[in-house]
T-cell receptor, first 113, second 112 residues
Framework: NAGVMQNPRHLVRRRGQEARLRCSPM?????VYWYRQLPEEGLKFMVYLQKENIIDESGMPKERFSAEFPKEGPSILRIQQVVRGDSAAYFC???????????FGPGTRLTVT | GEDVEQSLFLSVREGDSSVINCTYTDSSSTYLYWYKQEPGAGLQLLTYIFSNMDMKQDQRLTVLLNKKDKHLSLRIADTQTGDSAIYFC????????????FGTGTLLAVQP
């Protein structure tokens, strides 16, 4: 059973470009979570999604950030018009239901130049 | 409020026991987790405990929970150099969301 997959693992974008981060949950998992880890800090919750639904987006910045988890395909975290402060590691986690175990992917390290 | 705190750094000698500490603030029913992060890698779930338990043991790992003081600890017996990593404590307070609240992480350095 493959773990949580994220791609790309490293992404470099210039200021003003768009970043698209993909997350494929573990097989059988229908709940996806995105977290952001700024340099030298712990992880901060961004958004919690089920298939085709956003359950909690209380940690998402109000502008430029959006997330989706379509019926088919991976979950996407989209950052429009990136700025240097968006440089961070973005981790996706999944769980099979609203249980309490979340399994993390390897992360996408976004660098904005 | 929701908050999780950890000390930043711990240095031990190989073969000794390591104890990493964490405090949390919310008193509602809570799951508490320990994750390990190696350099450049994702988070590996090590173990977790529900807030109505006092202790959980899994091979070299022992989790102790003091509910009165809202204090959680992770003890690693016979620490090895491969245990060198950042250890994160996290809390899940349940409710409508399933989000994890993470501490800032404790860097464990194991000296040979």
């Amino acid at each position: 059973n493959a773990g949580v997959m994220q791609n790309p693992r490293h992404l470099v974008r210039r200021r003003g470009q768009e970043a698209r981060l993909r997350c494929s949950p573990m097989k059988g998992h229908s709940h996806v979570y995105w977290y952001r880890q700024l340099p030298e800090e712990g992880l901060k919750f961004m958004v919690y999604l089920q298939k085709e639904n956003i359950i909690d987006e209380s940690g998402m910045p109000k502008e430029r950030f959006s997330a989706e988890f379509p019926k088919e395909g991976p979950s996407i975290l989209r950052i429009q018009q990136v700025v240097r402060g968006d440089s961070a590691a973005y981790f996706c986690a999944s769980s099979p239901s609203r249980t309490y175990e979340q399994y993390f992917g390897p992360g996408t390290r976004l660098t904005v130049t | 409020g929701e908050d999780v705190e950890q000390s930043l750094f711990l240095s031990v000698r190989e073969g000794d026991s390591s104890v990493i500490n964490c405090t949390y603030t919310d008193s509602s029913s809570t799951y508490l987790y320990w994750y390990k992060q190696e350099p450049g890698a994702g988070l590996q779930l090590l173990t977790y405990i529900f807030s109505n338990m006092d202790m959980k043991q899994d091979q070299r790992l022992t989790v102790l929970l003091n509910k009165k003081d809202k204090h959680l600890s992770l003890r690693i017996a016979d620490t090895q150099t491969g245990d060198s990593a950042i250890y994160f404590c996290a809390a899940n307070y349940g409710g409508a969301t399933n989000k994890l609240i993470f501490g800032t992480g404790t860097l464990l350095a194991v000296q040979p």
